[in-house]
């Protein structure tokens, strides 16, 4: 029998773990799920999972060439731009099949009061005139961006709390991870009488009750647009991911 294809999925997100387990499941396929280590207890849904940075590309490379990887699989966040430009260039010199899997950005509709900003230092410009009581669920690592903004107060949603001496603004922490039910958040902009919110255009289902509920109650989003990604080949979804492990390797 040949030797088992050995796919490396670079994870972080909830597409990554779904991945992870059924494309364990494919014949004559090894999955290893990579995370970067950011949450305390993270979600492994493969049996094989390492944790921690590679070291750069010229870390990538050479964990590449020594577990033998065959294809590469990055379906990490969105905004997660880094760990996606060091994979195209790793895969790029080792040779190996590269996939990005990258779900849809969420699309305005009807309703939705949009703020579309290129960063987070663009989003916290735009606060001061739009509300004083801000809804931030941008995660833990960029709160900074943020931290002068003295005379708003925020409400902070993310899973593990800010790291010590990490600039934070003023307001409320919230740790919790996602899905999030519409009632729930809806209740949670009420309760906190929300004027605004800080949102990155993550996409997906997980997060996307907060969108329909500032829409229902006419609460403006500061939209912070995704970053660019590497050249190479793309799907958006779990189940052509499959399709390219089972046809591309
Ligand atoms: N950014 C977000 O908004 C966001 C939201 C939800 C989940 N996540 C997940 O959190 C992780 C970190 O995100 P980030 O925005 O900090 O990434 P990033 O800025 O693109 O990456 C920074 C560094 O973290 C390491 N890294 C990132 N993802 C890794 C992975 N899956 N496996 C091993 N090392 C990884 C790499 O270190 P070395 O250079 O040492 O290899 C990379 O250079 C990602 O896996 C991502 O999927 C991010």
New binding site residues.
């Given amino acids: 029998m040949a030797n088992p294809k050995r796919v490396l999925i670079?994870?972080?997100?909830g597409d990554?773990t779904e991945l992870a387990a059924r494309a364990a499941e494919i014949p004559g396929v090894e999955v290893i799920t990579?995370?970067?280590?950011?949450t305390r207890q993270p979600v492994v849904s493969c049996k094989s999972t390492r944790?921690?940075?590679?070291?750069?590309v010229a870390?990538?490379i050479h964990y590449l060439r020594e577990q033998q990887i065959d294809g590469l699989i990055d379906a990490?966040?969105p905004?997660?731009?880094?760990?996606?430009f060091?994979a195209a260039a790793a895969a790029t010199e080792v040779g190996i099949p590269h996939l990005m899997l990258i779900r849809p950005a969420w699309k305005r509709t009807e309703g939705d009061d949009w703020i579309e900003v290129e960063s987070n230092a663009a989003a916290a410009a735009k606060l001061p005139e739009l509300a004083q009581r801000i809804f931030l669920t941008?995660?833990r690592?960029e709160l900074a961006a943020f931290a002068h903004l003295g005379d708003l107060w925020f409400l902070m949603r993310m899973i593990d709390p800010p790291l010590l001496n990490a600039a934070v603004p003023p307001g409320k922490l919230l740790l919790e991870r996602g899905p999030f039910s519409l009632d729930d958040e809806r209740s949670l902009l009420q309760q906190y009488k929300i004027g605004a919110i800080v949102s990155?255009n993550?996409g997906g289902a997980a997060t996307y009750a907060k969108i329909i509920a500032a829409r229902e109650l006419r609460i403006p989003v500061v939209m912070v647009q995704r970053p660019q990604t590497p050249n190479g080949k793309q799907v958006d979804n779990v189940e052509n991911s499959l399709v390219w492990i089972t046809n591309g390797l």
């Fill in positions: 670079l994870g972080g997100t990554a990579s995370l970067a280590g950011r944790i921690g940075g590679f070291g750069g870390g990538l990490t966040h905004f997660a731009a880094q760990i996606s060091n941008i995660g690592q990155k993550s």
